[in-house]
């Protein structure tokens, strides 16, 4: 159900920074400002299963590969939950980067963001720029259970960037023309994670897999650059495992199966012309 302005909230103020808000299964701890929303849930030790942080902004929002995540004051989702899956099915964790993803895409093409895209693992892209990322953190809780602590980070109401993102990256009100309450966006991106964790905690991985799969123009047949830490291999890409690794057919035939590394996409010819004719 989408959170309207008139909807009775169960909210009660904690601290002029903090807002506690019901959206079962979750609950929310609102922040104005904050580091990082993963490091702050990560903190809360004793905290339940879908518990999220949210912050207006971050002030040392985090990225993967150690990079910075740009969390300007009130334009973008800063949002972190906490999940507690068994320990036996940490095989399968790199599978719920790949379905906040899902998520993420579904939302943006919901509220009209055409050219939706998802990169591997979890990148969400509009017109090929980035709009979207996930940051999975997990933590050890003892023998039986995992802290999974999963961050994402959605452009959503910035006009413009800082100049190293300017081509890069891009939000929903640059691809629509529209703003959208960051609160509405939230509890539906909100509400789609839950249908897909559901999911993943009752092992269909296969389903989240097919979906990334029909989001993803990455998944199949994409000529791509892949760095793994030093090593550079190009390729095309040849579907995913059953635990959401990147099989990749290498330019000298040889078949690798992806775990964790940077992709990009591989210009052709085509792309670059067309750069040059519109520069
Ligand atoms: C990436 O694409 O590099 C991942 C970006 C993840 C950013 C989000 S914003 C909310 C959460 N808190 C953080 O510090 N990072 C994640």
């Known amino acids: 159900m989408t959170h ?26 609102h922040f104005t400002s904050l580091s990082s929303t993963n490091d702050q849930l990560k903190a ?9 942080v949210v912050a207006d902004e971050q002030t040392a929002g985090r990225g993967r590969r150690a990079r910075t995540w740009y969390s300007a004051p009130g334009d973008g989702l800063y949002l972190s939950i906490l ?38 693992p979890n990148d969400a892209l509009a017109g090929g720029r980035k709009i979207s990322g996930v940051l999975a953190e997990a933590v050890s809780a003892g023998p039986e259970s995992l802290r999974l602590v999963l961050g994402v980070g959605v452009n959503l109401n910035h006009r413009s960037f800082p100049s190293e993102l300017s081509e890069s990256a891009t939000s929903l009100a640059i ?5 959208v309450i960051v609160e509405e966006f939230r509890d539906r991106l909100l509400e789609k994670i839950a249908q897909w964790y559901e999911l993943w905690r009752r092992g269909a991985s296969a389903s989240i897999i097919d979906r990334w799969s029909r989001l993803s123009t990455y998944a199949r047949g994409k000529h791509v650059v892949v760095m793994i830490e030093d090593e550079k291999l190009t390729g095309v890409t040849d579907g995913l495992t059953e635990t959401g690794a990147l099989r990749l057919v290498t330019d000298d035939g040889a078949v690798r199966t992806i ?10 010819r085509a792309d670059l012309s067309l750069r040059h004719s519109s520069a």
């Open 44 to 52: 809360m030790a004793a905290a339940p299963e879908f518990t999220c």
């Open 259 to 268: 775990l964790a590394g940077e992709v990009t996409k591989l210009r052709t």
């Open 4 to 29: 309207l302005k008139t909807e009775k909230e169960a909210m009660s103020a904690q601290s002029p920074n903090r807002m506690v808000i019901h959206r079962p299964p979750f609950i929310i701890h």
């Open 175 to 179: 691809e629509t023309g529209e703003r």
């Open 83 to 120: 999940f507690l899956p068994r320990s036996d099915s940490s095989p399968r964790l790199p599978l719920t980067g790949l379905l906040a993803a899902v998520a993420v895409a579904e939302t943006l093409i919901e509220r009209g963001v055409a050219g939706v895209d998802i990169k591997w």
